[in-house]
């Protein structure tokens, strides 16, 4: 029996969701639509799915508090989309946990080719990560994608902050420039927004810096790049 993945499309034209059940199903993607923002909730407190795709602007529910809500009660990839050109709502979007990105009027294939792209990132942790990073007093575990801090609280990671800040741990003084961190986080060739690695790690600070105003983890070199500036110790973690 084939294995069908869950994709929750929250957006209030019919055509749209009409379009997409059609079309996903093609790719042995199952695919709920459903039209309101608590209704999408209640889609996923009975039963979560892989990935939500998520319309901004909706008639009952702000977008922007949605995915807000649902990037703090579930680890789901988010796509999410705007009928609006301005670079804000992308910027809070990606600020709030979105995973990427798409602006209407779209076609269904780039679509496929994001969650694709999206589901093969977020999938790839708990596939081939089987490793502890210790670093400034926090552990990170690969597996699970989470954070503990020095003060004993849990956090867990969305997708993009778990590849950007994986990426620093596993090359602890190296200087990156924004081009290369876009590449090494996004391999597969969709287009993304320039400045959203400078988003990811505006909130990686806001998680694990102590003051994330004067940063002493994930530096900036001025008019270079950034650099994970603490030692870093790797472990399996059956070890731990």
């Not at 019919?14 to 639509?33: C, M, S």
């Not at 979560?48 to 949605?66: Q, S």
């Not at 596993?170 to 986080?185: A, K, N, Q």
């Amino acid at each position: 029996m084939t294995f069908r993945q869950k994709i929750l499309v929250i957006d209030d034209d019919p055509n749209i969701g009409a379009l997409l059940e059609d079309y996903l199903a093609r790719y042995d993607f199952q695919v709920t639509h459903v039209t309101r923002g608590q209704a999408g909730l209640d889609c996923l407190r009975r039963e979560p799915a892989h990935l939500v795709v998520l319309d901004i602007r909706l008639p009952d529910e702000d977008g922007f508090a949605l995915l807000k809500t649902i990037r703090q009660q579930w680890d789901i990839p988010v796509i999410m989309l705007t009928g609006l050109q301005d670079e804000t709502d992308r910027i809070v979007g990606l600020e709030l946990g979105a995973d990427d990105y798409l602006t209407k009027p779209f076609s269904p294939r780039e679509l496929l080719a994001r969650i694709r792209a999206v589901l093969r990132r977020s999938g790839l942790p708990v596939k081939s990560q089987g490793r502890m990073y210790h670093f400034g007093g926090h552990r990170l575990d690969a597996d699970k994608r989470t954070i503990t801090l020095a003060d004993g609280k849990t956090l867990k990671l969305t997708a993009g902050e778990f590849r950007l800040l994986k990426i620093f741990l596993d090359s602890p003084g190296r200087l990156f420039d924004r081009e290369t961190l876009l590449d090494l986080c996004h391999p597969y060739g969709e287009e993304v927004y320039d400045r959203s690695i400078d988003v990811q790690i505006l909130r990686l600070r806001r998680k694990l810096e102590k003051d994330p105003a004067h940063p002493r983890l994930i530096v900036t070199e001025r008019g270079a790049g950034y650099r994970f500036a603490a030692d870093v110790e790797k472990a399996d973690a059956s070890h731990q």
